[in-house]
């Protein structure tokens, strides 16, 4: 297991230093002037560019100045956004919890449903219910996220008037941010309204999640559909089924066990499909995350966001995937060879 | 595991047509067959069968409804959108954009991912090493995010789009094919192979091509699932398509404002997408289950 663990953190260390250096070129491959790109300022005169260029060391050559980028990067200044003139960290730091919590929920929700209807379409795939399952799994499969996004707007906002359709509290209550998680602040916070607010904030919440959650769900469904299926036809079920263990215990005790191993591992493997369409409910659901911000900020050529963005996202991906391959590995001993 | 049989019958099909045969069984999966090679036809023929000119603006006639609606005219079946523009026909024209361009991008990949696959599967040692560490990086960023940032780098715009898609599906498809090469070399039949005296080039084409195309199928209508949904999603954030040009997603972002007036003309190029894609995945799951059972048999 250590060996394991070693190789593991060997490969992570590389996979960030060829993350930090793709994120370094970025500065010199978007358009513009290379100063302005990793400043952040959008006015610079001479003697301002001076300082700069000894600043990021310009004049030095790459080598040099990757390594200052990484300084920089380490020691938390990471320049300044085009649009707001702010530093981008502090920002990135506002936004975040915001599309940590949209997401965690997206995939809760996602393993609740889709486990329990994956298990039951599995096991009878060739009854109604398994049927409509999995009819079901694939039509979520395909459908584009902003237009279901859209679709649901337009019937539970616009037509039928039940929820929200935009932001993720309602502008009467005014929550101090303290975690920036919405639903935490909301039970830390004194304030009289707050039972009332916790309500609204769920509203704000309900479609979102359900947005986002679908495509992860549909995808656990057909996943744990096709791994019972799969554990189903090997032999040490039907030996236990020879033993005579009834049908509940041997799901239980082989079936599912098994089954749902590599679940473990498919967390990580949706949590970057997960990212990529929480980038796009936020847009339609206007929620103030990281996503959002960061098309705003392909819209308004915010060069110096892009690469924060990218950098925060890629890394909390990796880390993300990185943990769920060494917990799957903890909990399957064959998976630690490879 | 093989099945008892009662008798002795030859079973001497080429693999293909034992493919077919599993496949046809399914009406799900010919269903998703039909709609989509009418997809691709409609691609194809889009600039000789759109009943009006897609860009032409009538000013008579913004926005008028569809034809079910008391106040359409059967000349216009999905109405005309807010600069008198006929609605079918853009939507006609979208399908070699959306759909056209999807099939299009994953022919790029697959070509390029084929190339790269085989020198990472048939390498070994440090340069197959740092090449599997790079792919692991790319692998890890969302293909969405990668899209966007090589547009971001280069611009808005379709060109644009199919290439920052292309590069963005590259990764799992040098990966899905690495892998199916790494299985195929640990075949009895390729050492047999090699001490007959085949060389790297003879094992590529005569033993892993055609043993790991049924992978590559269902690769690629993964990877033109994800091609469309993406393409639609980069024109819905006005990344990629741009305006005139009639992209389903575009199409989204441009009625957006008439949601209110006109909601079948956010409904329709949706429902198109969907659509689309629906056959695609269909099409891919039928032919996964008709690999697996003809395996078995």
Redesign the interface.
Known sequence: MSRYLLRRLY?MA??FL??SL?AFS?GY???GDVIQNLSGLRQIDDEQRQQLINYYQLDQNYLQQYLAFLSRIAQGNWGLSFASQQPLLQEIKLLLPATLELTAYALLLSFILGIPLGIVAAFKPHSLIGKSIS?LA??G???????WG??LI?LFS?ALGWLPSAGRLGVLYEIPHSSGFMLVDILQADVKYRSEAFHNALRHLLLPTIVLATFPTTVMIRFVRDAMLNVWEQNYIKTAQAKGLSRGQVLYRHGLRNALLPVIRQIGLQF??L??LA??TE?IFSWPGIGRW??DS??Q?N?PA?QAG?LV??TM??TI?MLTEILHALFNPLARRG | MSKFRLYLEENNRSPVKQLWREFKRQH?AMTGLVLFISFFVISLLAPFITPHDPYLQVDELLLLPPSWSAAGLVQYPFGTDDLGRDLLSRMIKGTSYTFGFALITVTGALLMGLLLGALAGMSKGVKSSVFN??L??AL??????LA??I???T?PGLMNTTWAIMLALLPQFVHGIRNAIDEELKQDYVIAYRLDGANDWDVFSRLILPNIWEKLTIMVTMGI?TAI?DI??LG????GAQAPLSEW?AM?SDS?DL??LA?SS??I??LL??SA??S???VG?GLKTAILKRRQS
């Open positions: 490969l590389f996979v060829a993350l793709f970025l491959l978007f358009p009819a694939i039509a499969y395909s459908l584009p996220i902003f237009w859209l679709l337009m616009l970057s499909t990212i990529t980038m796009l847009v960061l098309i392909i819209y050529r060069y892009i990218l996202i890629s991906v990796i995937n | 799900s560490h790079v692991d990086l890890t960023i969302p293909s969405l995010l966007i940032i547009v971001a780098i611009g699932s949904l639609a999603a819905f954030l006005g990344f997603g989204i957006l949601i209110y909601p956010v409904a190029p949706g997408i969907f894609v629906l695609v995945n269909l799951d």
